[in-house]
C-alpha cells in the first residue's frame, strides 16, 4: 500500500449502504432479479474482456458477481470494506476467488497487480471518488482498465424515482466528471425480472424512503422492470476505445 492509500485509509470509515447492509437476503434476490437478459456483462465483455486476466472487483458486497469472473480470469479478487459481506463474500466463492476487507481509497494490492478494475454500483458515484479512482490508477497493470457500472438516472422510471429520493444528485454532473477523467460512456437498457410481486415490492422498499417506495410500487406493473445503467471504461493509457 503506498503512502497516500495509508493516508486515505486513515480515519475514513466505509461510507454505509443500507440496502445491503440491513437487507442483505433481500439485496440476494434484488441481485438474482437485476440485468435479466444479460445486457451489461455483454456490454463488458465487449469492452474489456476479462478471460485470462486478473480482475479486482471493488466493493464487491457479498460477492454475488465474483463467480462470472472466476469461471473465466487468471485470478479474481473482491475488496469489500464491511466485514459480515466479506464473510457472506468467502462462503459464496470458496477458492475461486479471494475476498479482502477494505475500502476502495486503501486497495491491499500492489502496485500494477490486476488487468481490470470492477466497480458495480459501488463508491465511484462521481465527484469525491477521486481517491479511488487514483488507488484504481495505481494497482492496474499498463494496458489495464477500469470499468464502473452504476445506476442511469437520466433513465425512468427508476432513475426518477432515484431523483426523487435523492434530490442533490445532478446525473448530468456525474457524468461530466467522468468525461473529464477520460471515461468513455456506453448507456445500457437493462430489464430486472423478479420471480414475484411480494420481491418486486421488497426490493424497491430497500431502495428507496418509504414515500418513493410507495409511489414506486403503485407506477409498477407485473413483475419486470425497465432499468437503466452507465458504463464508464478508461484504460491504463487515458480513454479507452475497444477495437
Keep these: 500500500m503506498t503512502r ?3 493516508r486515505a485509509a486513515a480515519g475514513t470509515p466505509p461510507i454505509p449502504s443500507p ?26 465483455r465487449e469492452q474489456v474482456p476479462w478471460a485470462g486476466a486478473d480482475v479486482l472487483d ?62 458495480r454500483t459501488a463508491y ?11 488507488e484504481a490508477e495505481r494497482v492496474l497493470r499498463p494496458g489495464g482498465a477500469i470499468a464502473i457500472v452504476d445506476l ?8 426518477t424515482w432515484m431523483r426523487a429520493d435523492i434530490q442533490r444528485y445532478d446525473p448530468a454532473r456525474v457524468e461530466r466528471f467522468f ?6 460512456l456506453r448507456r445500457v437498457a437493462t430489464v430486472w425480472r423478479f420471480p414475484d410481486r411480494a420481491t418486486l415490492e421488497a426490493v424497491l422498499r430497500i431502495e428507496f424512503s418509504p414515500e418513493v417506495a410507495d409511489r414506486a410500487i403503485a407506477e409498477t406493473a407485473g413483475g419486470t422492470l ?13 480513454l479507452f476505445r475497444p477495437a
Design 179 to 184: 468525461e473529464r477523467a477520460g471515461f468513455a
Design 19 to 44: 440496502n445491503i447492509w440491513n437487507w442483505p437476503e433481500v439485496y440476494e434476490r434484488e441481485n438474482a432479479a437485476q440485468d435479466a437478459d444479460g445486457a451489461i456483462w455483454r456490454v463488458l
Design 152 to 159: 442511469d438516472a437520466t433513465v425512468g422510471p427508476y432513475g
Design 4 to 6: 497516500a492509500s495509508r
Design 58 to 119: 471493488v466493493g464487491c458486497g457479498d460477492g454475488f458477481h465474483l463467480p462470472v469472473f472466476a469461471a473465466e480470469a487468471a485470478s479474481v479478487t473482491g475488496v469489500e470494506p464491511y466485514a459480515p459481506l466479506v464473510e457472506r463474500a468467502r462462503r459464496r466463492v470458496g477458492g475461486a476467488a479471494r475476498v479482502l476487507q477494505a475500502g476502495a481509497a486503501a486497495l491491499p494490492l500492489p502496485d500494477a497487480s490486476v488487468d481490470l478494475v470492477h466497480a
Design 124 to 134: 465511484f458515484f462521481g465527484p469525491g471518488c477521486e481517491p479511488g479512482l487514483a
Design 226 to 238: 425497465p432499468v437503466g445503467y452507465r458504463v464508464h471504461v478508461r484504460s491504463k493509457q487515458g
